[in-house]
């Protein structure tokens, strides 16, 4: 069965803060992809990364990181030099590999507020 | 980015009646999902549909909903005789050549 936890509900950060999100996640599959979203107070779903489960490299974006460890089925997001429109709720995902069964499973988020 | 749309944004019905939600992907694509949120929680699963057919069903999606593809760009989800339990955001997503999947803006549903 798949599973994820984003044990984090919600956090407050200060503007200029760093911030990571944690992200955990059960599968039996040996391939999978991982997903990270943002939904802001809009509600529209963003999607920022995907990635592999055999491709560990980290990957940064901007002012956006992730950390993949495959060791401790974890798939964190970092956020550098927050600032106040990061303010939203992100949605950690995983989903099968093969084709057919790629509906992804999601945790509950967590509420990000970025203070000015 | 792919760019989907849905209509209508809000829809308000009444317990029993029948709803049709839409949703037009901008460019070709060959999978597509039905996915809902009752308000303040996680994104749920409810269908995907592949070539035509569905590829994958949850537990939610019971024999009240449908989905299809009647002119091969719109593809809809029907919920014959909603219930209160039935209101909640609902969002279409397509997926792309490279597993990526992407979002509509949502369709907000209102059973009262």
């Known amino acids: 069965a798949q599973k994820v936890t984003q044990a984090q509900t919600e956090i407050s950060v200060v503007e200029k803060e760093d911030v990571t999100l944690d992200c955990v996640y059960e599968?039996?599959?040996?391939?999978?992809?991982l997903f990270w979203y943002k939904q802001p107070p809009s509600g529209e779903l963003v999607f920022l990364i995907r990635?592999?489960?055999?491709?560990?490299q980290n990957e940064i974006s901007g002012r956006y990181s992730w950390n993949f460890q495959k060791s401790t089925s974890s798939f964190n997001f970092t956020i550098t030099a927050s600032q106040v429109v990061d303010s939203a709720v992100y949605f950690c995902?995983?989903?099968?590999?093969?084709?057919?069964?790629?509906?992804?499973?999601f945790g509950t988020g967590t509420r990000l507020t970025v203070i000015p | 980015e792919p760019e989907v749309t849905q209509t209508p944004s809000h829809q308000v019905t009444q317990m029993g009646q029948e709803v049709i939600l839409r949703c037009v992907p901008i460019?070709?694509?060959?999978?597509f999902y039905w996915y809902r949120q009752i308000l303040g929680q996680k994104v749920e699963f409810l269908v995907s549909?592949?070539?035509?057919?569905?590829?994958?069903k949850s537990e939610i999606f019971d024999d009240q909903f449908s989905v299809e593809r009647p002119d091969g760009s719109n593809f809809t989800l029907k919920i014959r005789s909603t219930k209160l339990e039935d209101s909640a955001m609902y969002f279409c997503?397509?997926?792309?050549?490279?597993?990526?999947?992407?979002f509509g803006p949502g369709t907000r549903l209102t059973v009262t």
């Open positions: 990635r592999n489960s055999f491709d560990e």
């Open positions: 460019s070709n694509h060959l999978y």
């Open positions: 997503a397509i997926m792309t050549g490279t597993y990526e999947q992407y």
């Open positions: 599968t039996r599959d040996t391939t999978y992809y």
């Open positions: 549909f592949y070539n035509n057919e569905i590829s994958e």
């Open positions: 995902a995983l989903s099968g590999w093969k084709t057919g069964a790629n509906n992804l499973f």
